[in-house]
């Protein structure tokens, strides 16, 4: 079993070899990999579940995410109350289970797939992912019932940045072309402008200019990403969170 965690602990944080112990002595066969984002950010975490999710790979592998801002309530928390778990099995057999804040499972509903809360404690721990939640997931992969209601979620962000890569690409939850391909547009994100020529691929364009052209990421349409060949698109747009619009001026 291979077991994922999308999280904003940091890469190499401590926290993340801590939700690796615990799930080694839950699931002492299980292989546990980590997935860090940006901290508190919903819209990247939940970009990374959605595409693990429906990427190839084991049909017995678990996503586990969290990114728990605590910004569902502005009141005082009582025993470090936060946001739900909630969970989803999809049809694949993949089981999905993670902190149901902001946008974090907002893509995997979107794409149809039911996510339902989890009867555990939201509270507890100032570290649930490691002290509250992990048991509730191992039980889930074990086949336990632990599933309640159907939770209602926030719609994922619509033409926005929703992850920034390695290379400095530009992830964006556009789906389809904002102009004919071989057009230059300007793209505004944030305070940012620059120009980007709409293509059928990321790199059909010369040597520095930036595309606006289907990519590697998506599940059943492709996602449209902004690549700046030889340079960094996030950082011509001055490295944009997740969820900030992407303008398409024409």
Known sequence: MLITVVADYGL??????????????????AEVDAVPVPP???????????QLA?????ADRVIYANVAPR???????????GEPLGA???????????????????????????????????????????????????ALARGEDLLGDELRLPPAPANAVIYTDGYGNLKTSYVEAPAPVGATVRVRIGDRTAPAVVSDGVFAVPAGMMSFAP????????????????????????????????????
Do not use: M
């Open 88 to 138: 989803a099995r999809l049809d694949s057999g993949v089981l999905v289970a993670g902190v149901a804040s902001g946008a974090s499972l907002s893509f995997l509903a979107g794409a149809g797939v039911p996510v339902r809360s989890v009867n555990v404690a939201d509270a507890g721990s100032q570290f649930r992912s490691r002290d509250v939640f992990p048991a509730a997931v191992a």
């Open 71 to 81: 910004e569902d309530e502005d009141d005082a928390r009582e025993d470090n109350a």
């Open 12 to 29: 190499g944080d401590l926290a993340f070899a801590e939700v690796r112990q615990r799930f080694a002595k839950l699931l002492p066969h």
């Open 215 to 250: 990519g590697s990421s998506g599940w059943g349409t492709p996602f449209y990403e902004l690549l700046h060949r030889g340079g960094s698109a996030a950082e011509i747009f001055g490295r944009p969170r997740s969820g900030t619009p992407v303008d398409i001026l024409t």
């Open 40 to 50: 508190f950010d919903t819209v990247s975490a939940g970009f990374c579940v959605a």
């Open 54 to 58: 429906f990427g190839d790979g084991p």
